[in-house]
């Protein structure tokens, strides 16, 4: 166990709804990280926040968008939806977000767009 | 721009035999190094990391890793392996700090299957 907690484990969706994915990051981490990891992609670094504050952008797409809670939780909210968001997304926390410091994984959530 | 390449998309070895998995990586200095596990339904686990020092790095489970400046490699070993080993394994590179941002990059995996 990572201590990285996400939530839903499996969302089922149809094409053109929003969504809406949690993770809290480990206790005393600061930085939270979010990854999709796809069949064809592999895994694709989307967005990086560091204690409130976005800090760096991959590969996200504009109908994603991402926050980061006071209480250093965050959430990932993907609209539009379309059949090729099914993914597994990983959220991931550091303990500074600076320097190279270890990134913990959550067990991830399975979106299945239909 | 950084990249991560694992030659092997799938390696079958039978219990109790030695493992490499090959990774190559593609970065303008000497980035971090990483190896990651991911098991069935999982997420990630880190296996071992190598940031300065002595190229041969300990991890758990078992497994070592060998950063060879000269390849660009940083190829994951394990002696004798189990069958709890089968999983899918990501190398993945980070930047230096000054990079400004310090998300990893990975490999598209290796998934391990082991013979009884």
Known sequence: DSGVTQTPKHLITATGQRVTLRCSPRSGDLSVYWYQQSLDQGLQFLIQYYNGEERAKGNILERFSAQQ?????????LSSLELGDSALYFCASSEKGQGMDEQYFGPGTRLTVT | ????????????????????LRCNYSYGATPYLFWYVQSPGQGLQLLLKYFSGD???????????????????????????????????FCAVGPRPGAGSYQLTFGKGTKLSVIP
């Not at chain 2, 489970?61 to 390849?71: D, I, L």
């Open chain 2, 55 to 89: 190229t041969l790095v300990q991890g758990i489970k078992g497994f070592e890793a060998e950063f060879k400046r000269s390849q660009s490699s940083f190829n994951l070993r394990k002696p004798s392996v189990h069958w709890s080993d089968a999983a899918e394994y």
């Open chain 2, 1 to 20: 721009a950084q990249s991560v390449t694992q030659p092997d998309i799938h390696i079958t070895v039978s219990e109790g035999a030695s493992l490499e």
């Open chain 1, 69 to 77: 809670f006071p209480d250093l939780h965050s959430e990932l909210n």
